[in-house]
């Protein structure tokens, strides 16, 4: 029985099984068909685009065999619905907006980081079918890859050219499980749509295709027989297919058919990957090259796997090896020279392993890595993974970390203003160096920040380092355009509240302080209570001269029901509403408890909020500091050496640096009177640094 015109594939209210429409083709009474002559007879075809799962049916042509000549058109197009058919000919149009939507909601579960930018893109080659270039992109991690489209009665996607930067397991494994939960609807909806290894079977979508269109419109289900990929193009940026019975199916690429065979040998390792089962997928990968020796891809697979398990020097023979067996597809080399089984590989499948080649040699801390990173640079098409690696060139950091010199730029610890900070212990040094001097000249360090700002302008990593940056050099105008870049990047993902402070503090430590009061002001006027930006505000507030109100606003932060009930235990677990780091908690109640004692002179208060900092790290060690300060000053010898135990057992137990504590410690270790106190001070400053230690 045929459904109402107009009437939803599926009836959503039909029971708790049921789903939305999965095609959309308009309401209304109108038909969206019409009678054509088609291959000898009679035929129907749509009159408009018809939509499901995010592509388009921008044609589509049903022969009717079972119609001969002379028929009755007396009752139009609604008489011939009833007829057997066959389909003839489709056009599907795939939305790369769509496809990038349905990327985005499964990145972040999938890939364990934040992307800034999702891009899904069709390149059109001159022979073969389109290829599609996947990537995202995170501030500190990035994966891209391809997908080869393999012609034939049941269309296939190869996966190719697997690389990434910052990742923690290797590329090929993320890939396919963002493979898997990107085509989730597919796999479930189409009948025989499965991955097996790194290939996609779409398999029989057709007929499932025309059971949610032309039932919908009244039709019997056509026959599908002969149908294939005629040919597919970009257009406009969208992937359109053309299919038609008894056509020439479109030719697939080179690359396509060498990765289809290669995707058969190595589809159970690839499934063991992809199910973090690594140990298997390496002894299964090692069983593939032995009857595969020294095929590139699978060495590289075999590399990825030792970088995942910090075997870099591994990584870099098996690539090594890979390297000397694989000429590029679009270099010169003689391929009968390197011998008929030296395979040939693709750009994306070099640039795949030249990424990990980079990984490895930076683990490894190999002297030949600037070289390799300067070719991979040149020839990565991807332009989010060449800013992450021009920004680890700048960063240079060790064994994989990538935080060391952003954060050591961006911690941004209080400084009060000159005005409060005369009777400050240890104040904090002006505006920290972006980068170890050896690392790179000023002009070069700036080009290559803002190069990789150009490459990926959705990154606020490059452009805070540029900020950081000139503003060390004193060049404020231009630090004023950075500064108002960052914030219009932050407004974009609605984290102007962020930035705003970030800024401001940075203008702070500068000793800028009327910019910092310009973004202070800004960053007051949308600031919500007990969202714990309260707290980082009554920091910037301290830094530019204004006591009263950074004391309000602190004031406001730890009298908030949900942060007082913290204050009782040395373990901080702050509600997630409340976006702060305990770093930044314990510098704001050192902060307050120094503004309660040289602003408001409430030395009871500040003394009871100082005892309540743990004796651990740098503020502890400071609040150890103020509160044995404070403690002689009021002439209370006993309650002091309580302090000066709490101080002296923390950097014993090494939760407290001795250098964070070296001014108490002097003087603890002056003070003959307290006998074995002075002595285990005098025992810690006298003990070799970490360091030298290390050394040694």
């Excluded at 930035?499 to 949308?526: H, I, M, N, P, Q």
């Excluded at 602003?599 to 004796?615: D, G, N, Y």
Aim: aromatic share 6%; charged share 25%; glycine share 6%.
């Amino acid at each position: 029985m045929s459904r109402p015109l107009g009437a939803p594939t599926l009836d959503s209210s039909s029971g708790p099984s049921a789903r939305e429409p999965v095609v959309v083709w308009g309401a209304g009474g109108e038909l969206p068909l019409r009678l054509v002559l088609a291959q000898g007879s009679v035929g129907l075809e749509i009159t408009r685009p018809i939509s499901f799962l995010g592509a388009t049916i921008d044609s589509l042509l049903v022969t009717l065999p079972g119609v001969k000549f002379p028929f009755d058109l007396s009752r139009g197009v609604k008489e011939f619905r009833n007829y057997r058919s066959r389909l003839q000919s489709l056009r599907l149009r795939l939305d790369v907006e769509q496809l990038v939507q349905s990327l985005s909601a499964v990145t972040e579960t999938c890939l364990g980081f934040k992307t800034k930018q999702n891009r899904v893109e069709v390149h059109q080659h001159e022979q073969g079918l389109p290829s599609v270039s996947v990537s995202c992109i995170g501030e500190d991690a990035g994966i891209a890859f391809e997908l080869l489209l393999m012609s034939g009665r049941q269309p296939r996607l190869i996966l190719s050219g697997c690389r990434g930067f910052g990742l923690k397991e290797p590329p090929l494994a993320l890939s396919l499980r963002l493979l898997d939960a990107w085509t989730f609807d597919l796999t479930t909806l189409f009948d025989g749509c499965e991955r097996q290894g790194r290939t996609l079977d779409v398999g029989n979508f057709l007929p499932w295709l025309c059971l949610e269109i032309l039932p919908s419109l009244g039709c019997r289900l056509p026959s599908v027989d002969g149908l294939v990929i005629e040919s597919a193009r970009k257009d406009g940026g969208d992937l359109v297919l053309e299919f038609a019975v008894g056509a020439e199916p479109a030719l697939a690429s080179g690359d396509a058919l060498r990765l289809f065979g290669l995707s058969q040998l190595v589809r159970s390792a690839d499934d063991g990957l992809a199910a973090g089962e690594l140990l298997e997928a390496q002894r299964l990968y090692a069983l593939a090259l032995e009857k595969a020796p020294g095929h590139p891809m699978i060495l590289s697979e075999l590399a990825a796997l030792d970088c995942s398990k910090e075997r870099p020097l591994s990584a870099c023979s098996f690539l090594e090896e890979a390297k000397s067996s694989s000429p590029l597809v679009e270099s010169s080399v003689d391929e009968e020279a390197k011998g008929a089984a030296a395979p040939v590989i693709s750009l994306a499948e070099r640039l795949a392993l030249m990424s990990l080649e980079v990984d490895a040699m930076r683990r490894a801390g190999l002297a030949s890595l600037q070289d390799i990173r300067r070719e991979y640079s040149e020839l990565e098409f991807e332009r989010g993974l060449r800013a992450l690696h021009l920004l680890s060139e700048v960063e240079e950091l060790p064994d994989g970390s990538k935080s060391a010199p952003v954060d050591r730029a961006g911690e941004q610890t209080t400084r009060f203003h000159p005005k409060l900070e005369q009777d400050l212990v240890e104040p904090e040094p002006v505006a920290p160096e972006l980068l170890e001097p050896e690392l790179l000249e000023p002009e070069l360090l700036e080009q290559r920040l803002e190069q990789a700002a150009d490459l990926a302008p959705f990154l606020r990593k490059p452009l805070r380092w540029l900020f950081l940056e000139v503003l060390r050099r004193q060049d404020l105008q231009r630090a004023r355009l950075y500064s108002e870049r960052l914030l219009a990047l932050a407004e974009q993902e609605e984290r102007g509240l962020e930035e705003l402070l970030f800024v401001g503090r940075a203008w702070a430590d500068a000793s800028c302080y009327e910019d910092a009061r310009r973004w202070a002001v800004t960053a007051l006027k949308r600031t919500i209570p007990g969202d714990g930006f309260e707290a980082q505000l009554g920091l910037l507030f301290a830094a530019i001269d204004e006591p009263a109100r950074a004391m309000e606003l602190l004031l406001s932060f730890f009298e908030s029901s949900s942060v007082s009930e913290q204050l009782k235990e040395d373990e901080l677990r702050l509600p997630p509403s409340i976006q702060i780091s305990e770093e930044i908690f314990r510098e704001a109640q050192f902060s307050l408890a120094f503004l309660e004692l040289h602003f408001t002179q409430q030395k009871a208060q500040a003394l009871a909020r100082l005892r309540k900092v743990p004796s651990r790290g740098r503020w502890g060690a400071r609040a150890r500091t103020l509160e044995i300060k404070l403690l002689i000053s009021e002439a209370s010898p006993a309650a002091a050496a309580v302090s000066q135990r709490r101080l002296i057992e923390a950097v014993e137990l090494e939760w407290i640096a001795p250098a964070d504590a070296h001014e108490a410690l002097s003087q603890i270790a002056a003070d003959r009177e307290l006998g074995a106190l002075a002595q285990r001070a005098q025992a810690l400053l006298s003990a070799p640094g970490k360091e030298n230690q290390e050394e040694g």
